[in-house]
């Protein structure tokens, strides 16, 4: 849906069975976008109520309403607004902790999730939002190491995982996930921190290999890269923070003589 509002946006013209799609993809989320599932990751164990989840449902719904609203495309506007805005106020009073001033990964949890630093580029709250500031800061503390490299979820005892086992059901450890260092990149530029998130931006690409290709995971201590290899989902967003790193640069570049 998202992607679909974007064509849009960028003046392309979908094609028309794209418009059956829609429709069929937004009926199928009225009735699933209130269950608990696996989650972004698909972790191993029981179903939960995944905050990125119902925020991505939030999404479809949202570009959906924006696309009627701005682009005249067909469809029950009233009441896809009705579903987003429930979306909205379900997660903000179940997926938030006022105690640590933080999304959470799913209802009722302590354990965070990098893919919560995607909520104020989905739009989902403005950057400036005391509760997206208090979630980057969260993540940045129980989930970055003094790298600033991000594993993608809390892992080990808890709440979560009563028999000491890690979040996803799996004994044991993983690196960073370079797709989420990213995604704290971006949302420290999004907040306001752009020195922060250009030092940041800099030391990830310090660990491209000599023909400029990341992996999926990055271990910090054995300082080397793990799991798939090159891993696009790794790649894209180092595009899109680079690309928006220039953006501001360039916009912001002093005129010379």
């Known amino acids: 849906m998202d992607t679909l509002a974007l064509t849009l946006r960028s003046g392309l013209r979908p094609e028309r069975h794209l418009v059956a799609l829609q429709r069929a993809v937004l009926d199928h989320l009225e009735k699933v976008w209130s269950r608990p599932d696996q989650g972004l990751w698909e972790t191993r164990g029981a179903p ?36 987003r ?32 630093l995607l909520i104020p580029r989905t739009g989902f709250l403005p950057p400036d939002d005391p509760r997206v500031v208090g979630t980057v800061a969260a993540v940045e503390r129980e989930l970055a190491t003094d790298d600033g490299l991000v594993r993608r979820y809390s ?52 660990l491209r290999n000599d023909v400029g290709l990341l992996a999926e995971e990055y271990d910090p201590r054995a300082r080397r890269h793990l799991g798939n290899f090159p891993q696009a989902f790794t790649h894209v967003p ?14 912001h570049t002093p005129p010379q003589g």
């Open 48 to 83: 939960r109520h995944h905050v990125h989840s119902k925020v991505m449902c939030w999404v479809a719904f949202d570009r959906a309403v924006r696309m009627a609203e701005d682009h005249g495309r067909p469809g029950p506007v009233a009441h896809w607004r009705e579903i």
């Open 85 to 116: 805005d429930r979306i909205h106020r379900e997660v903000c009073e179940r997926g938030f902790d006022p105690a640590r001033a933080t999304f959470t990964q799913s209802y009722g949890s302590r354990a965070l999730d990098a893919a919560l």
């Open 238 to 251: 180092l595009i899109r923070v680079a690309y928006e790193l220039d953006r501001h640069a360039t916009h």
């Open 155 to 206: 892992t080990g005892g808890g709440p979560e995982s009563p028999d000491g086992i890690g979040g996803d059901g799996l004994t044991g450890g993983e690196g960073a996930f370079l797709a989420c260092s990213f995604w704290l990149v971006d949302a420290l530029r999004l907040t306001g921190r752009e020195k922060d998130a250009r030092t940041l931006f800099e030391r990830l690409l310090l």
